[in-house]
């Protein structure tokens, strides 16, 4: 049920979704006054969500960008968040604009700073293909000579709640002691710390997948921008699924 709430509420914060339908209300609107009010409310929220500079500054007080891991310190497992790779629509799959979260796995087990992988996610969709996502990342793995002994897959969650949930049930039954780095994307790593400590799952933050490391601003920031409608999409999405995990789940 609140795997479902969750993908109603994604479609109902679709900004440009709300834009058009105030715009739609101003134009059939017969009333002048309405049609004047709805019109320029459409033109507000356009811009204030189209502004790089907002979004930049919610981004900077959102994500955390800090890597507080030891250089000297080794840990038995990196937890690597999935929504990096895609189904294909013909049983494959493919990287997306997310694939730091698997390149910055690698790395860790590579250079010896985890000994195994533990790759989460299932598919996520409200009617799923047979695309499994962890699955198929297990298969990217073994082309990388990664050997399978060193990956754990877990293919059956569709969100972080599960994600949590699955993995902790995972690491348990192969008996990998804690704390376990948790890889994710800055932006959403704030509320996978939140859940994975709440269903007791001891982990470090490792973020990556960055939109920037430093704040900046420039005079382009103040035109309108079609990526920072997305940009505010996600957080949006992030902030609403902090608090009612945090205060309500």
Known sequence: MFFIFSKVLSFLMNLLLWVFAILLIALFSKNVKRKRKFLLAGIIVLYIFSNSLLLNLVSWCWDIRDIAVPA???YACAIVLGGFSSDDGNGGGFFNSAADRFIQGVRLQKTGKVSHLLITGGNGLLRPSGFREADWVREQLREMQVPDSCVLSEPKSRNTIENAAFSKELLQQHKLKAPYLLVTSAFHMRRSLMIFKKQGVDVV????NFSSRRFSASADDF???A???AGWGTY???AI???VTRYFK
């Open 223 to 225: 035109l309108p921008n």
């Open 205 to 208: 933050a490792y973020p990556c």
């Open 241 to 243: 699924g902090y608090v």
């Open 236 to 238: 949006i999405k992030e």
């Open 227 to 229: 990526g920072a409608l």
């Open 72 to 74: 000297d310190k080794k």
